[in-house]
């Protein structure tokens, strides 16, 4: 078989540069398919291993998912060793090594707090960088400042673009069960400050902290229409609408519970969407509701998202915080059977253990 690397000099330069792409990632896969291949066949000590030929890439892929689940059951199976060669005592076949399938992967209750570990300020997570000029040439010859940025784009470029996407196949996206009960106050962890433009002053940034601090939040995080459906299911009024008597009843009794929503769009052209839509976001909201959404842009980073739970960008998540911004409570994706309940019962505890403090600071004051 013979591979051309370019084609015929009768093609302009682009169809010119991109044959020769093409070819050389061919060469490239196939010769790491062969590779893989022998190395399968010695390992499993079968010189009949089935791979498909049909397609470099996926072919590729399939062999090596075959050969990490064989050397799995190394570990699973009793293995005799002769001439550095592995001989199963059962037959490896296509059925034995198949994928588990996305339903019979088991979704567990969040079991531990999450959150920051330091308390949040205003100002933090703006996405802006205020270093000097002479502070950024100082760092540009940073050696330990450069491996740590070299770490970042690595994990950056290692992180497959249809991960999050291919992740919503599995129960719709939900990474977690919400708790059946609220966090202890002193294990909580923190509820990070984020930076955004709300309805009230859309050409000006505002901070979430201060709308947090001193009071108990619903707050839903989304983005895209598709997440913000699903933190409908937790907080909407014809959806869930104990909760909307709730907020109605503790409003009126002055009580310290709001509903916060987060719309975070890292792209600027989604982002430019929303704001020439925020005319009709207003609508739908109420003139008190407006300083408490938030449309953020930028500030979010991997680690951040993976510090509150967030770990698939494409899903909608809802989270309780405390008047010391503390994440309390959360759920993830669609509301399942009980988390609604859940949720009430969380807020109806912490708005209590609000108005014992707050009776608390007003005796110490009068003594």
Not at 257 to 269: D, G, P, T, Y
Request: glycine share 6%; net charge positive; charged share 30%.
């Amino acid at each position: 078989m013979v591979i051309t690397t370019l084609p015929p000099s009768g093609y302009s330069g682009k169809y010119r540069l991109f044959g020769a792409l093409a070819g050389a990632y061919h060469v490239m896969m196939t010769t790491a398919l062969h590779f893989l291949k022998r190395k399968a066949r010695s390992v499993t000590d079968n010189p009949k291993l089935e791979v498909d030929d049909s397609f470099p890439y996926q072919a590729l892929c399939t062999t090596h998912r075959k050969l990490r689940l064989m050397l799995t059951l190394d570990n699973t199976l009793n293995v005799s060793t002769a001439s550095d060669q592995l001989h199963y005592p059962v037959q490896v076949t296509s059925q034995t090594i198949q994928d588990p399938k996305p339903d019979e992967r088991d979704l567990k209750p969040l079991s531990r707090p999450i959150g920051v570990h330091h308390p949040p300020q205003a100002g933090e997570n703006s996405g802006i960088d205020t270093r000097s000029w002479s502070e950024k040439r100082k760092d540009s010859f940073d050696y330990d400042k450069h491996l740590v940025r070299r770490k970042e784009l690595i994990k950056q470029a290692a992180k497959p673009y249809f991960r999050d996407w291919s992740r919503v196949n599995h129960h719709n996206g939900k990474t977690f069960l919400a708790p059946s009960r609220i966090f202890r106050a002193d294990k909580s962890l923190y509820f990070p400050n984020m930076v955004g433009s709300t309805l009230a002053s859309p050409a000006e940034s505002s901070d979430t902290t201060p709308v947090f601090q001193d009071r108990v939040s619903i707050v839903s995080v989304q983005s895209g229409r598709w997440a913000q459906l699903q933190t409908e299911t937790f907080v909407d009024a014809k959806q869930h609408p104990q909760l909307a008597t709730l907020l109605a009843e503790d409003e009126k009794r002055g009580g310290p519970l709001q509903k916060v929503e987060i719309n975070f769009e890292e792209s600027w052209m989604k982002a430019l969407i929303v704001r020439m839509f925020m005319g009709g976001i207003r609508k739908q909201r109420r003139e008190e509701e407006w300083a408490k959404y938030f449309l953020v842009r930028r500030g979010i980073t991997d680690d951040l998202r993976q510090a509150i739970g967030m770990s698939n960008a494409r899903v909608g998540y809802v989270y309780l915080v405390d008047w010391m911004c503390r994440i309390r409570w959360a759920g993830s994706a669609n509301a399942e059977t009980g988390e609604r309940e859940d949720l009430i019962a969380g807020a109806k505890r912490l708005v209590e253990a609000w108005r014992k403090e707050s009776e608390e600071k007003t005796i110490a004051k009068e003594k």
